[in-house]
């Protein structure tokens, strides 16, 4: 059972950042997918960014290309978002992830551990 932890949510105006982080409760298996999804009011939940815990390769939904940036600390079994650049259009509950390997079909993929999400706010 892994636990997932995210923080670093909160309200920011437009142009603004901020870096969410998720932490594991147990060392992430190598072959693993993290991913970063989100949640905005009344709408579906959306996949963000994807990382490979291994090797580090990356996958983004074009909305967030260039604006943000997935990274990993495997020493800390934690992985982050560095969010540049936010607008009123990212505001939503984010939520980290733990699924199987595919960096291709993460958008899509089951997975298999969920945190509880951590909200941001981007006011115009």
């Known amino acids: 059972q892994v636990q997932l932890v995210e923080s670093g949510g909160g309200l920011v105006q437009a142009g603004g950042s901020l870096r969410l982080s998720c932490v594991a409760s147990?060392?992430?298996?190598?072959?693993?997918?993290m991913s970063w999804f989100r949640q905005a009011p009344g709408k579906e939940r959306e996949f963000v960014a994807a990382?490979?815990?291994?090797?580090?390769?990356?996958a983004y939904v074009d909305s967030v290309k260039g604006r943000f940036t997935i990274s990993r600390d495997v020493a800390k079994n934690t992985l982050y978002l560095q969010m540049n650049s936010l607008s009123p259009e990212d505001t939503a509950v984010y939520y980290c992830?733990?699924?199987?390997?595919?960096?291709?079909?993460?958008?899509?993929?089951?997975?298999?551990?969920w945190g509880q999400g951590t909200q941001v706010i981007v006011s115009s």
């Open positions: 992830a733990v699924g199987p390997p595919g960096l291709g079909n993460a958008a899509s993929q089951p997975y298999d551990y």
């Open positions: 147990t060392r992430i298996f190598s072959n693993s997918v």
């Open positions: 990382q490979t815990w291994l090797t580090g390769d990356t």
